[in-house]
């Protein structure tokens, strides 16, 4: 009988968790191969060029990202706008100005939106942005409701969903950014008689610059990445170009409305095409967002998608 | 040195700036009270509703029912696959791996939490060549939580103090020692914490399921798997707007599932005072 | 000139924790006031009050009266009473993010100067006060950060004194210093007590010894004794100021 020393249970034990370690990385790459694999025919058919091809054309069998594409960057695009503008202010003044109690409720509150299930925000989105948009939009359409804007349902809509889904990302991330900076140095512009206002352009934003820049690359990966409550309100039209009320389709909502019905297979390796597209940019983003963030706390903003 | 009177123009400029921060932070709650306010109301009303009568009670509660088991028997069985073995890689990356090898490990978390939720759907889709099960449903769940409990539980893992550590091993206790009695007692209310967020966001998800459970069940009219969400997104994804009682009182339901695991999440990572 | 500086029964404490008791002590112009005692006992807290600095911390409350020459400072504009009453704070703290010459030219920015020839006319005034300008003149436009620690806090100094103070409020300048840098800080507040009235916190009796006209010490919260600086240090009335200035202290 040979008995196991401390240092053999040790190093089994390392091994296990390596072994962890590795099948979770096995497991991305395995999800990585099996989209090229699955988007092979279309890459063989399109080639690169799948990228700029302007149409989504199954009767043409004609299939290109560009319309998606497009939808997904002026979606996205208006979403981290909005939750830019309003993140970092409100992120500012969470940390800066009000009364403890107010400011913890409204940080509280504003995690609960980023828990809440995007299925739930299509729900609302369907309830109350549709038809406030609608009703914004439809005086100025006149009688041209066509079959592609109007009624509400949109890039605009989209967008907006996109904005409050990725706000608790901006708030949190900047939030802790702000939590971060020097004390020090804020203390020392008030001590020369700097007002909240000159305090925090002169003390605190020089050094919150990366945090929510890499705050606005996580929210552009979620906005990316969000397929369910987008593919309800943006009408899911494969288009590029169309204006802001026009109805669109990006590339995650386009992946969420075709998969769930029966498709052709080059349509299919046309759709995990669009899938690897998603993946590819998503990641860079998300990679990007959190290279920017030094520090780091248990908060629901660095959660993706 | 002489003095230059300029207190107005500051004063305003200061007066601006917290009143252009107010607006925003309404702004930004805004959208929440509108949420719980709309979905509140409709929800309440569609259960009254359907359990008021005698003749849509039955069928309602059945259907309620049958989801509500079904979207936290998957989320479980996620759970109980993902958590240990991102937990355990976890351990791994914050504890044994290098600094080189920590942050390559970190990196590559990183860029596989950038995978979008609905695409772990079609990877498993194609990976079980179309069979729709609930195995394939939690398979999707895993597949694209497991980089986010690896590096929401290395974040946790990495901030105890290398000092206790230092100190138990200076001790005399093993690795293996450290770990279960420095390690991960300290961490552990973090820890809960933070998978605790995860488990309330695992519940909600529906597109890693869309593609494979809606694909295979709706639409070949075997609807015998349905969870809550994907229940919800199909009925809005086919009527294209709201129109079924029954749709309010599952988002309302699901919400409220998911607050609550959000609130626990919260009391369990309350700080002590 | 400097102007005097009076606290009157100023209580501060943060969230439910009472950290100053009914604090009085008169701080006269021209002079060197020297607040000591043992770490925590509420002295960077009590200076604080004095430019109502302590009213920004989350949490921090406070009762009594600051008479800035027979004016409450609460009843004035904060940011116009933490003009009067500059801060120099213990750790070297100039904004790392602009030049030498900014960092001293801010604070005047702030309070409305714009004229590039008179800020630079005035930064260097400040600094020659800080007895910095013949090591910097050269280096006006570099980051901060080039200097060493006794010069960045000297640069503290200077950017405190171009807005023109009548107090100076000093948070044990010295305590992260070499004692080269510590001698020069003190040879300077020697120098700057003609024009201006200063507070001046510090762990180290013999430099209260040293530079102080006025000697205060505080325990647990509570102002024991003040006097002249020569008096609490040879002949101490209460019990526990003598512990402490003769090192027996526990
Ligand atoms: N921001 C804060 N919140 C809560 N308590 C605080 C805060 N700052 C200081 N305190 C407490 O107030 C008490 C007095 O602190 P203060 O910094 O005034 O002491 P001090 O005499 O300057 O000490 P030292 O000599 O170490 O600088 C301490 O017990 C400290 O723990
Ligand atoms: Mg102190």
């Known amino acids: 009988m040979r008995q196991v020393s401390a240092r053999g249970w040790n190093g089994l034990f390392a091994g296990v968790l390596a072994a962890c370690v590795l099948?979770?990385?096995?497991?991305?790459?395995?999800?990585?191969?099996?989209?090229?694999?699955?988007?092979?025919?279309?890459?063989?058919?399109?080639?690169?060029?799948?990228?700029?091809?302007?149409?989504?054309?199954?009767?043409?069998?004609?299939?290109?990202?560009?319309?998606?594409?497009?939808?997904?960057?002026?979606?996205?695009?208006?979403?981290?706008?909005l939750a830019g503008v309003i993140g970092v202010t409100t992120a500012v003044a969470l940390t800066q100005i009000g009364v403890r109690w107010l400011r913890s409720v409204l940080s509280l509150l504003l995690e609960v939106l980023a828990v809440i299930p995007s299925v739930v925000y299509g729900v609302w989105a369907l309830l109350v942005i549709v038809p406030i948009i609608a009703r914004l939009t439809d005086h100025q359409a006149g009688g041209s409701v066509g079959a592609f804007t109007g009624s509400g349902f949109g890039m605009l809509a989209g967008g907006v969903v996109l904005g409050v889904m990725v706000m608790p990302t901006v708030v949190a991330v900047t939030r802790e950014a702000i939590a971060s900076a020097p004390k020090d140095i804020a203390e020392a512009a008030m001590a020369l008689g700097a007002t909240r206002q000159e305090t925090v352009a002169l003390a605190v934003m020089p050094f919150v610059r990366k945090g929510i820049l890499g705050s606005l690359y996580l929210g552009l990966a979620r906005a990316f990445g969000e397929a369910v409550a987008v593919s309800l309100v943006i009408g899911n039209q494969p288009r590029s170009g169309g204006g802001l009320l026009g109805r669109a389709s990006t590339l995650a909502s386009m992946l969420a409305h075709t998969l769930s019905g029966t498709v052709p297979p080059l349509q299919t390796a046309a759709l995990y095409e669009l899938g690897l597209v998603l993946f590819l940019i998503a990641a860079v983003f998300y990679g990007l967002g959190r290279s920017y963030i030094a520090r780091e706390a248990i908060s629901l903003g660095f959660l993706p998608w | 040195m002489t003095r230059v009177s300029y207190k107005t123009g500051r004063k305003l400029k200061n007066a601006?700036?917290?009143?252009?921060?107010?607006?925003?932070?309404?702004?930004?709650?805004?959208?929440?009270?509108?949420?719980?306010?709309?979905?509140?109301?409709?929800?309440?009303?569609?259960?009254?509703?359907?359990?008021?009568?005698?003749?849509?009670?039955?069928?309602?509660?059945?259907?309620?029912?049958?989801?509500?088991?079904?979207?936290?028997?998957?989320?479980?069985?996620?759970?109980?696959?993902?958590?240990?073995?991102?937990?355990?890689?976890?351990?791994?990356?914050?504890?044994?791996?290098?600094?080189?090898?920590?942050?390559?490990?970190?990196?590559?978390?990183?860029?596989?939490?950038?995978?979008?939720?609905?695409?772990?759907?079609?990877?498993?889709?194609?990976?079980?060549?179309?069979?729709?099960?609930?195995?394939?449903?939690?398979?999707?769940?895993?597949?694209?939580?497991?980089?986010?409990?690896?590096?929401?539980?290395?974040?946790?893992?990495?901030?105890?103090?290398?000092?206790?550590?230092?100190?138990?091993?200076?001790?005399?206790?093993?690795?293996?020692?450290?770990?279960?009695?420095?390690?991960?007692?300290?961490?552990?209310?973090?820890?809960?914490?933070?998978?605790?967020?995860?488990?309330?966001?695992?519940?909600?998800?529906?597109?890693?399921?869309?593609?494979?459970?809606?694909?295979?069940?709706?639409?070949?009219?075997?609807?015998?798997?349905?969870?809550?969400?994907?229940?919800?997104?199909?009925?809005?994804?086919?009527?294209?707007?709201?129109?079924h009682q029954i749709v309010y009182a599952e988002a309302l339901i699901l919400l409220a599932i998911i607050v609550a695991v959000y609130g626990l999440a919260r009391w369990v990572g309350r700080s002590d005072r | 000139m400097g102007k005097a500086l009076e606290a009157r029964g100023v209580s501060a404490r943060f969230n439910e924790q009472v950290i100053l008791r009914e604090v009085t002590l008169q701080m006269p112009a021209n002079q060197v006031t020297a607040i000591i005692g043992p770490p925590g006992c509420g002295k960077s807290t009590f200076i604080r009050c004095l430019n109502r600095l302590h009213e920004t911390t989350p949490g921090a409350t406070l009762s009594g009266e600051v008479l800035l020459d027979g004016h409450s400072v609460y009843d004035m504009d904060p940011t116009e009473v933490r003009r009067s009453v500059a801060m120099i704070f213990h750790r070297?703290?100039?904004?790392?993010?602009?030049?030498?010459?900014?960092?001293?030219?801010?604070?005047?920015?702030?309070?409305?100067?714009?004229?590039?020839?008179?800020?630079?006319?005035?930064?260097?005034?400040?600094?020659?006060?800080?007895?910095?300008?013949?090591?910097?003149?050269?280096?006006?436009?570099?980051?901060?950060?080039?200097?060493?620690?006794?010069?960045?806090?000297?640069?503290?100094?200077?950017?405190?004194?171009?807005?023109?103070?009548?107090?100076?409020?000093?948070?044990?300048?010295?305590?992260?210093?070499?004692?080269?840098?510590?001698?020069?800080?003190?040879?300077?507040?020697?120098?700057?007590?003609?024009?201006?009235?200063?507070?001046?916190?510090?762990?180290?009796?013999?430099?209260?010894?040293?530079?102080?006209?006025k000697t205060a010490f505080f325990l647990d919260g509570e102002m024991i004794e003040q006097g002249t600086t020569t008096a609490l240090f040879t002949t101490p009335q209460d019990k526990r100021t003598a512990d402490y200035v003769t090192g027996r202290f526990g």
């Open chain 2, 16 to 243: 601006l700036f917290v009143s252009i921060l107010s607006l925003m932070t309404s702004l930004a709650v805004l959208p929440l009270l509108s949420l719980l306010w709309s979905i509140g109301v409709q929800g309440v009303a569609a259960l009254v509703g359907l359990f008021g009568a005698p003749l849509s009670r039955g069928a309602a509660s059945a259907v309620l029912a049958s989801a509500l088991v079904q979207s936290l028997i998957t989320a479980a069985a996620s759970v109980a696959i993902a958590m240990p073995l991102g937990v355990a890689a976890a351990i791994y990356s914050s504890q044994y791996a290098g600094l080189r090898a920590g942050r390559t490990i970190r990196f590559i978390m990183d860029i596989l939490s950038g995978l979008p939720s609905i695409l772990s759907g079609m990877v498993v889709f194609v990976l079980l060549s179309g069979v729709s099960s609930m195995l394939a449903g939690v398979l999707a769940l895993v597949l694209y939580m497991l980089p986010v409990v690896v590096r929401m539980a290395d974040q946790v893992l990495v901030a105890v103090p290398v000092a206790y550590i230092e100190g138990s091993l200076a001790l005399g206790a093993s690795r293996i020692q450290t770990i279960f009695a420095v390690v991960l007692p300290t961490a552990g209310k973090n820890l809960v914490t933070a998978l605790l967020f995860v488990v309330a966001r695992m519940v909600g998800e529906t597109a890693p399921l869309l593609v494979i459970l809606d694909g295979g069940a709706t639409f070949q009219g075997k609807a015998g798997f349905q969870p809550l969400p994907l229940r919800l997104y199909s009925a809005l994804a086919q009527g294209g707007s709201v129109s």
């Open chain 1, 23 to 81: 099948v979770v990385i096995g497991a991305g790459i395995l999800a990585l191969a099996t989209l090229i694999v699955a988007s092979a025919p279309s890459i063989r058919e399109f080639g690169i060029s799948f990228l700029w091809i302007p149409a989504w054309n199954p009767l043409h069998r004609q299939y290109g990202a560009l319309p998606f594409l497009y939808g997904s960057f002026l979606t996205a695009g208006i979403a981290v706008l």
């Open chain 3, 92 to 213: 070297p703290n100039p904004f790392p993010t602009m030049s030498i010459l900014d960092n001293v030219a801010v604070g005047l920015r702030l309070h409305g100067l714009r004229n590039r020839a008179r800020l630079a006319e005035s930064a260097e005034q400040a600094l020659r006060r800080a007895a910095l300008w013949d090591e910097v003149k050269d280096r006006l436009h570099l980051y901060s950060s080039v200097l060493s620690l006794g010069q960045q806090q000297r640069l503290c100094i200077a950017r405190a004194l171009a807005i023109d103070p009548v107090v100076v409020l000093m948070d044990e300048p010295a305590s992260t210093l070499d004692p080269l840098s510590t001698l020069v800080i003190e040879e300077l507040i020697e120098e700057l007590k003609r024009q201006y009235t200063i507070i001046i916190v510090t762990h180290n009796l013999q430099q209260a010894a040293r530079v102080a006209d």
